[in-house]
């Protein structure tokens, strides 16, 4: 059970207690409504990922924008997000184990329900798994388009893949699942327009050999917060599959524009708020929030509000600040929030998002605390 959430609604900013992830309502909606606006001017789908929030009451409100579903990267995820009331959700993941297939086959009763393969044995298993459970599971065909993860080779092996999924009784092949994952954090555009482009060739040449075979794609699905408006321009792609543009990290600001500005396509929504707890000696201040407020993979947290700050040497319950670049100094006792270097893993390290409207101003209060429902879904 999560503990006691460390806010309750119309708590004004400065009492909540921390750590606490934080989320800007303000910015968090102004980013639901871009990305709506985008796929709606491109003519695809969004079916947003819910590994970056794992919280239905979030989906919901990306659907309540004309999100058709969502993503998940496991089934109890999926599990999680059919129970807070998500009527479609896509498993864009390889599933093995007969426990996992019939779980998910089991959400098949509850909602619509598609997963990802990128084997034959695989394929045998899910239809064992449907039919089983007396369900039709409809499921994409994913393609290695340069990830180097999971996938077939793009062409004559895919379309292989598809006529065996149109075989197996309890599956319905639905498309194709191109998802470049390694072009996200390419930091140029010109980088990532380069990745993205031999992916778009890659799933264009599949769609076409899948159509002399047959097998139309009612789905071709990907895309990520770093590429979307690519993949969403390439006439190829129809569901795009972004999960962090609702709280945008430190990590995808680094990309970087035609311009070479920094890419601020979508706004920071989600912060971690700490309390200063030590200041040793004037140039260094001490944080309650460590390797278990963050994660580090992305590199370091972002300071906000203390300029020339930088957060240093996390361990496990306490954080650095290096303050000598720093005109002014905080005082014992002060909170700050800080940009998590990579919101996804961040948020599964944490039981509750405390909504804050009017972020950054004196009226800035408690709105609402949503549990992080798939907290610790991963299997």
Known sequence: MPHLPPAIPGMPLAEVDTPALVVDLDAFERNLKKMAGFVAKAGVRLRPHAKTHKSPIIGLKQMQLGAVGLCCQKVSEAEAMVEGGIPDVYVSNEVMGARKLDRLAALGHQARVMVAVDNEAAVEALGTAARKAGVTLRVLVEIDVGANRCGVPPGAP??????RVGREKGLVFA??????GRA???RSL???KEAIGQAIAWTADTVTALKKAGLECEVVGGAGTGTFEIEGASGVYNELQAGSYVFMDADYARNLKADGSRFDTFEHALFVYATIMSMPVAERAVIDAGLKAFTFESGMPEVTGLAGALYERPSDEHGGLNLAACNERPRLGDKILLIPPHCDPTVNLHDWYIGVRNMGT???????????AARGAVF
Not at 158 to 163: D, K, M, R, S
Not at 175 to 180: A, D, V
Not at 362 to 372: D, G, K
């Open 158 to 163: 895919a379309v292989a893949l598809a006529e």
């Open 184 to 186: 996200q954090h390419l």
């Open 190 to 192: 010109a980088e990532r």
């Open 175 to 180: 498309g194709l699942q191109s998802y470049q």
């Open 362 to 372: 004196l009226s800035a209060r408690v709105e609402s605390v949503w549990p992080v």
